[in-house]
C-alpha cells in the first residue's frame, strides 16, 4: 500500500473523538480538547480515587471514571491510526501471524479488537466492566461485530474462564495499570494454546505525573515471578517494552 493510499484511508476512517462524541452527545470539537489534556484529567481522577491501596484507587479509576477515556481517545485517534501504528513499530506482523482466536486484555474502546476481527480472526475483548467496555460494547453494535466476544475481569486480578486458551494473547500498555502485573502475566501466559504467541506492549516506565496510575514495570521481574512465562519461548525482545512469547508445545 502506497502512503498516498495508508493516508486516504486514515483520512476516510471515523477519529475516535467523533465517535465519543457519537456516543455521549458531546459536541466532537470539546471531546478534541478534553483528549488533548487528557494529562490534567488523569491526574485529578485519580487523586479523586479514595483508597489506602493502589488496589483500592484503580478499582474506583477503572470501573467508575468516564474522564479516563480521553486518555484512550488521545492515544487511539482512530482505527486506521491504529493500524498504522503497529505497521509502523512491527507489531501487525507478529499479531497476525498465527492461528485465528485472539484475545486482548485490556481491550479498551475496542479497535484493536475490530481491527483483528476485520482480518478474519475469533476476538474475545477482555476489560473491566467500566467505561471503556461500555463503549467498546457499543463501538461493536456500530460496526456490526456483535460476534467479538465480551469478557469482564474484575480490576484486582485478571480472571479467564478455565481451560480457555487462544492462539494470540494480546495486551497494548496495560500491565503497567494492574496492581500485580506478575500475576496478570501469569495468568496471560497460562491462557496461551499450544503454538500460540503472548505479545505484550507495555508502557514500562511511563510513570510520570500526566501517568499516575502506571507502575514500574520489569520484564526480568516478570519472569522471575511467573513460572509459566519462563517455561515460554521467548522469540522477540525489545527492552521492557515489546516483547513476544511463543508457547512451542
Known amino acids: ?8 484511508a486514515i483520512t476516510a476512517d471515523t477519529s475516535s473523538a467523533a465517535l465519543y462524541s457519537e456516543y455521549t452527545g458531546i459536541p466532537v470539537e470539546i471531546v478534541e480538547k478534553c483528549a488533548a489534556k487528557f494529562g490534567a484529567f488523569n491526574q ?32 487511539s485517534r482512530s482505527k486506521a491510526w491504529r493500524k498504522q501504528v503497529y505497521q509502523h513499530f512491527g507489531h501487525w506482523k507478529w499479531m497476525t501471524s498465527v492461528g485465528p482466536d485472539v484475545i486482548e486484555f485490556g481491550g479498551g474502546l475496542g479497535l484493536t479488537c475490530s481491527l483483528l476481527r476485520e482480518e478474519g480472526r475469533s ?6 466492566d467500566g467505561p ?15 460476534d467479538i466476544e465480551i469478557l469482564h475481569t474484575p ?12 492462539d494470540l ?14 500475576a496478570t502475566v501469569e495468568r496471560l501466559a497460562r491462557a496461551l ?12 516506565h511511563d510513570v ?32 521492557d517494552v515489546v516483547n513476544a512469547f511463543r508457547r512451542m508445545s
Not at 500500500?1 to 486516504?8: D, F, N, P, S, Y
Not at 485529578?44 to 484512550?72: M, R
Request: with cysteine; hydrophobic share 40%; charged share 20%.
Open 44 to 75: 485529578v481522577t485519580w487523586s479523586e480515587c479514595e483508597g489506602a491501596t493502589f488496589c483500592d484507587k484503580a478499582k474506583l479509576y477503572y470501573e467508575n471514571t468516564d474522564e479516563y477515556l480521553f486518555d484512550l481517545l488521545h492515544g
Open 155 to 166: 480490576s484486582s486480578e485478571l480472571v479467564l474462564p478455565e481451560g480457555r486458551q487462544w
Open 123 to 128: 476476538v474475545t475483548y477482555c476489560d473491566v
Open 193 to 204: 494454546k499450544p503454538g500460540g504467541l503472548m505479545y505484550l506492549i507495555i508502557d514500562a
Open 132 to 146: 471503556a467496555a461500555k463503549f467498546a460494547r457499543w463501538y461493536f453494535e456500530r460496526t456490526g461485530q456483535r
Open 1 to 8: 500500500m502506497t502512503i498516498a493510499t495508508e493516508l486516504k
Open 208 to 239: 510520570g505525573p500526566a501517568f499516575p496510575m502506571h507502575q514500574h514495570v520489569h520484564l526480568k521481574d516478570l519472569l522471575a515471578g511467573s513460572p509459566t512465562l519462563r517455561s515460554l519461548a521467548h522469540v522477540h525482545h525489545d527492552g
Open 169 to 182: 494473547v494480546f495486551s497494548d500498555s496495560v500491565i503497567e495499570h494492574v496492581p500485580d502485573p506478575v
